[in-house]
């Protein structure tokens, strides 16, 4: 079983072209749009590539299930959704400090 451990390992697994088509599926499935997003009643869609140009990555295609702790689920479709960078950061705990009050206005 192929084991996706080191940064190496998971590179050359997120570079591949079987990847790349797994995720393909994923954003089509879910429409282009981020699912966490949807469940909270909001909506944050991707826009495709133009032609010719590049555009900023919007969607993250997410493991549910981590593929450093469930590799047989790295290329099921179903353990796959589509993510806006901001919720996969939340989901990964990533850039997110809670904000600091200004000031305190009970100090009466």
């Given amino acids: 079983m192929t084991e996706y451990k080191t940064y190496e390992q998971k590179r050359k697994f997120y570079k591949s072209a079987a990847w790349e088509h797994l995720r393909q599926q994923a954003l089509e499935r879910d429409n282009w749009e981020c699912q966490q997003c949807k469940r909270e009643g ?3 869609a991707d826009s495709r ?3 010719g ?3 900023s990555i919007e ?3 997410h493991h ?4 450093e702790f469930y590799p047989k689920l790295a290329m099921v479709l179903d353990n796959l959704e589509s993510l806006c ?3 996969h950061n939340k ?3 990533k ?3 809670p904000k600091e009050k200004k000031w305190d206005d009970e100090k009466w």
Avoid at 64 to 67: R, V
């Fill in 95 to 97: 850039g997110f400090k």
């Fill in 53 to 55: 140009q590049r555009k």
């Fill in 49 to 51: 590539k133009v032609e």
């Fill in 59 to 61: 969607l993250n295609v």
């Fill in 85 to 87: 960078i901001n919720c």
């Fill in 64 to 67: 549910k299930y981590e593929i």
């Fill in 42 to 44: 909001r909506v944050h």
């Fill in 91 to 93: 989901t990964h705990g």
